[in-house]
């Protein structure tokens, strides 16, 4: 074979071989980039939305009191369902119970968290995290006394009152239960105290100490 054809040849493969080199390297590296930015991006996304899940979650902390079995006899047989008495509170002076039925546990649960949230009462809080004076409150036959405790002292309390008291915000302050311990009439008369509760200025207003017509000279 001649030179000239030898070398004409040779430049034709060359040039083959360039062609391919510059294909491969552009195809693989533009599909690698969509991939390797698109990854991660998407499992971001994922994470924040998790992140902004868990934060509405949070916004009141939940707790179950009492779970019951109710057995109604009828025609057929016997109907079960189940009640579920549940306390929730944000700890910074807002607290709501609720009790639900339904005829499996989880659902009896969901459905008393979601009455609680429609159904929600303020406390005054005090300095110390306690309640500003003593009260008795009433439900039924049950009666729950309250009393201001220093700094320190906690909260002592059966279940259902603790519950209240934790989930609202309170951290010092004794109880006393009387009469009928059931849960959800406890909490009830817990709620009843707490109704009962009256700020410094409402005691002083009561005891005619405030005199309305009277203003400081910084008002006038």
């Given at each position: 074979?001649?030179?000239?054809?030898?070398?004409?040849?040779?430049?034709?493969?060359?040039?083959?071989?360039?062609?391919?080199?510059?294909?491969?390297?552009?195809?693989?590296?533009?599909?690698?980039?969509?991939?390797?930015?698109?990854?991660?991006?998407?499992?971001?996304?994922?994470?924040?939305?998790?992140?902004?899940?868990?934060?509405?979650?949070?916004?009141?902390?939940?707790?179950?009191?009492?779970?019951?079995?109710?057995?109604?006899?009828?025609?057929?047989?016997?109907?079960?369902?189940?009640?579920?008495?549940?306390?929730?509170?944000?700890?910074?002076?807002?607290?709501?119970?609720?009790m639900e039925k339904s005829g499996e546990v989880p659902d009896a649960i969901k459905k008393s968290l979601e009455a609680a949230r429609h159904n929600m009462y303020n406390i005054h809080i005090v300095k110390g995290a306690t309640i500003a004076h003593e009260v008795m409150g009433k439900y039924g036959a049950t009666k729950v006394y309250l009393k201001p405790a220093p700094a320190g002292t906690g909260i002592i309390a059966g279940g259902p009152v603790r519950a209240i008291l934790e989930l609202s915000g309170l951290k010092n302050v004794v109880s006393k239960v009387y009469g009928a311990r059931a849960s959800i009439n406890v909490i009830r008369a817990t709620h009843n105290a707490i109704s009962q509760l009256k700020s410094y200025r409402q005691v002083r207003e009561l005891r005619g100490l405030v005199d309305e017509h009277h203003q400081p000279e910084e008002a006038k």
């Open positions: 074979m001649p030179e000239e054809m030898k070398k004409e040849v040779a430049a034709d493969k060359k040039v083959a071989v360039e062609k391919k080199g510059e294909v491969k390297p552009t195809d693989k590296k533009a599909e690698g980039k969509p991939g390797e930015h698109a990854r991660p991006q998407h499992g971001r996304n994922r994470r924040d939305h998790g992140r902004m899940r868990r934060d509405e979650r949070k916004e009141y902390e939940e707790r179950v009191v009492d779970i019951n079995r109710i057995s109604k006899t009828v025609q057929g047989g016997r109907h079960m369902r189940f009640s579920a008495l549940v306390v929730i509170g944000d700890k910074k002076g807002k607290y709501g119970f609720a």
